[in-house]
């Protein structure tokens, strides 16, 4: 089945600068991959997807790129603001299912 | 936007007796619904399947008898804990698919079980 590992577990940035998370699955037929962001104690929210027959997206200040050859993709948040600190959940969700397998977690702390 | 509430937020419960947490779709029809496991500082473990009007799919190593899923309409589905233990104190989550062609999954708030 599915597999999806996350990067890094705890990422510490300042105010104003980029912050990346990494993700890799390990089903090349999984065609769908979004990003959530949870609060303590709150349900996660989705902050962004992309599809497998897309590379990149982009939202404001948020884009996720996507590498199938690899089977890894990413999420970039540009000028993090004290807000952004949250956890960051990516997940797969393998073709011929609506399900998602979560990744690990990274934990993102914006420094003011 | 799609929103997803559970009811209740928070419980506590004596071992042994059981506890129904309810999901509800609150402005869309959600014909599938996903039951979510989440240990502090962990991530979502998919418990389940529902799909409205048929049996659940449970996740490997899930257990079924304890673990009751109902999904008797399109905006509800219920988790029933039987017998419930302190290892079954977690964070339970519940998520549901808008349908068509859209894979995006909308989240309920989470409740937190406390079994004592």
């Known amino acids: 089945g599915e597999n999806v590992e996350q990067h890094p577990s705890t990422l510490s940035v300042q105010e104003g600068d980029s912050a990346v998370i990494k993700c890799t699955y390990s089903?090349?037929?999984?065609?769908?991959f979004p990003w959530y962001k949870q609060e303590l104690g709150k349900g996660p929210q989705l902050i962004i997807d992309i599809r497998s027959n897309v590379g990149e997206k982009k939202d404001q200040r948020i884009a996720v790129t996507l590498n199938k050859t690899a089977k890894h993709f990413s999420l970039h948040i540009t000028e993090t603001q004290p807000e952004d600190s949250a956890v960051y959940f990516c997940?797969?969700?393998?073709?011929?299912?609506?399900?998602?397998?979560f990744g690990t977690g990274t934990r993102l702390k914006v420094l003011a | 936007g799609a929103v997803v509430s559970q009811h209740p937020s928070r419980v506590i419960c004596k071992s042994g007796t059981s506890v129904k947490i309810e999901c509800r779709s609150l402005?869309?029809?959600?014909?599938?619904m996903f039951w979510y496991r989440q240990f502090p500082k962990k991530s979502l473990m998919l418990m389940a399947t529902s799909n409205e009007g048929s049996k659940a799919t449970y996740e490997q190593g899930v257990e079924k008898d304890k673990f009751l899923i109902n999904h008797a309409s399109l905006t509800l589905s219920t988790l029933t804990v039987t017998s419930a233990h302190p290892e079954d104190s977690s964070f339970y989550i519940c998520?549901?698919?808008?349908?068509?062609?859209?894979?995006?999954?909308?989240f309920g708030p989470g409740t937190r079980l406390t079994v004592t």
């Open positions: 402005d869309f029809q959600a014909t599938t």
């Open positions: 998520s549901a698919l808008q349908g068509g062609t859209s894979y995006e999954q909308y």
């Open positions: 997940a797969a969700s393998p073709s011929g299912t609506y399900k998602y397998i």
């Open positions: 089903d090349s037929a999984s065609n769908y």
